[in-house]
Structures are given as C-alpha cells and as structure tokens.
DNA sequence: CTATTCTTTTATCATAAGATAAATAATTAC
DNA sequence: GTAATTATTTATCTTATGATAAAAGAATAG
C-alpha cells in the first residue's frame, strides 16, 4: 500500500486519516500474465495502482484487437469512459506480465470526495495530469508517418518496446503488426 | 454570464455565493474572426466558455498549421496542457467566426477551490467529461481510414464542416486539405 | 464593382502502408 | 525435450494518401 500514498504524493499529499480511508476501500489483487483484470462490457467500479507487472486496455474493432494504451509501474489504470459516465465500458484491461496491483472501489472512493475534500483534489490531480497526456497524445498521431510513432516511442518509452509483443504495439500505434515489423527492419 | 451557469448546471449545480464569485472573476470578451484569443507561447491562465461563435486550438509541426479541436457553442475552452502543469503552451486558440467569450481566470478560480468545494467538484467533473471525450477521439484515430474518419465527422458533427474552412479539418482529421477534397469528391 | 488574395478542387506522379500468404523464430504445453 | 501453438519477419501486390503544380471558385479590400 505504501507504494501507492508515495504516488499520491507526488500529487497531493494526504493526511493520516484521509490515508487510512482509502487504504479501507482498497485490495490487493495478484493475477498472472495473458489474463483479463476486467472484462469488456463490464462497467468500471474500480481504479487499479500497478505495483508490479504490465497491464494494457484493449478492446475489438470489427474484430481486430487494439490496444488503446500500456501501464506499467507506478500508474494508475481505469477505463475512464465508463468510470466517469457509469456506462459499460467496450474495452478490457488485460495483464501483460505478472502483476500485483492495488484496486481502489471507485464508487466507495467517490463517496470519500464528500468527507476528505483532499482525496477529491488527489484524484482531480492524478486525472488532470492524465488527461494532459492525452491530449498530447493526441498532438502524436495527427499527421505523423507510422516510422515517426514509431521512433517516438522508441525514445519516450523503449520500456514499451521491451516488455510487450510487438502485435499489441502495432495496434497501439495505429498500424498492421506486418507494418511493424517492415519498420523495425528500417525499410 | 446565465448561459454559463445554465452549462454548469449540468455538471454540478451552484449556490448563489459560488455563481458570485465565478462571476467576480470573469469578463465578456468580444472578438472578431480569425483573430487569435492566445496565441502560441503564453502559458494559459484563462479558461474560456463560447457563447457565441466558434473556435479553434491550432499549432504548428514542421512549420505547418495544425488545428486540434475546435469548439463551438456552450462549451468550454483551455489548452489543458498549459493550464494543468503550469508551462507555456505551443498552441493557440483562434477565433473562426465573431464571438462572443465569457472569460474565468484560472488563477483566481484555483483559489476558489480552496473556498469551494462544490467549484471545486464542478471543474473536476467538467474536465472529467473532457478527458472522456478526448479518450474517445483516440479511438477514432487509431486504425481508420481517412474517408472514414471523414464520414464519421460528417455523422457526428456536421456542424464543423458547415462552418470552418476545410483547410482546418483537414488537418484536423490528419491528412492534407488535398486529401480530403479527394475525398469530398468521393474518390 | 473590380482586383487581389485566399480557399478548394483537379490532375499527375511517388510512396507508405494495407492485405494476403508463407517462412522463420520464439513460446508454451505436455 | 519435442510437438504444438503463437509471434515475428519477409515477400508480393494493391491502394490510399502525400507532394507538387495548376486551375477554378469564393471572399475581401479598396
């Protein structure tokens, strides 16, 4: 759990209390490789931490698997569209390598907001920052060749290239697995 | 300024003190067609809510116009990566139609959190409701063909091709404003 | 109202990336 | 440790989109 209050510190500290209720709505779940955390359709009640492992969201377009994003340590993962408007959700979030990961009862949590003004501002933070790396996500793929995106994240995040098949890479970057691979062999 | 709480009122309604201080701490401004309301390399400080007109966030890659996102009636504008980590922002926001701008300095409104919570808790779901949306758009980016993510806008919202210049959705849709008149001509 | 500028379309050619198939290479299961 | 499965690469062919140039059309300024 520790691991998870130094992460919130980087956004908003918080007090013992406010800590301590958090810690009450949480869990740690251990699941291994190639397994779905949560499925697709199902509503997202739960914001996971990863401690340990790999995670990616995904989900089907005309039956090609895209994968929309990759988690690694330190991170938050929660399929926001549905956490945040309590549809269900298209999109799976599944264990790239062993994890161990803090799951935090979305709903139990949000009722928090009302009793410590200082965990809604935490999390208020934490979906900032995230919702900046978006958008700049966004700046990525607009007008960029696919050896560009592909280049970019060889410099911004080679961990991505290291620890996940290159077939969840394809699709993260907008591209066929067959395109990829032509990339990789420059040319 | 009542169209303004009229919008927030779908996200989280206000008590008379908090609209006072919303209000104490905003302006109307007017501005004419293609004029930019910021320009590139200010860090945003303001938050801005159309009321009439139409806008758009632009930079420039490599020396060309690129245009984000645009907006238009009773929504609200910021370029969220300046305003959430504090740092100059490589984007602009233009003005593509006479509008008519209701404009919050953030500043103040930040230190309205602490007084707040319910303005607080408003922002934090407005912003929310952006970042789902923008997570969205990514979906819409990845692994579809130019003429569909054309046809896409044209179902979701027609709205921007009937008032901006084709120039600007081209780039918008990440392709050159060639392109996309091919595509206009259907093929 | 006319000239100038800006925007959109059309045309031609070049190239990056898709589709499909098949060959290697690497993992996983037994 | 071997077979079976899964992942990656290589090859060929096709197609969508980029780049460039130029023409047509629309908007704006004087």
Known sequence: M???FQYFKKFNPL???AEKA???ISSIVTITKNKDLQPIGHTCKTIYFIKKGVARIYYFKDGIDITERFFFEN???ARVESLFTGKPSRKAIQILEDAEIIAINSTQLFKLYDTFPEIERLFRKIFEAAYVETVNRIE???????????NALLNEAPNV????????VAS???ITQVSLSRIRGHR
């Open 75 to 77: 991170s938050i993962i």
């Open 2 to 4: 520790d691991a998870l």
């Open 172 to 174: 993260f970057l907008g």
């Open 15 to 17: 007090s013992n209390e």
């Open 22 to 24: 958090i810690a009450e």
């Open 161 to 168: 290239l290291m620890r996940v098949p290159l077939k969840y």
């Open 140 to 150: 990525g793929m607009q007008f960029h060749s696919a050896e560009e995106r592909y």
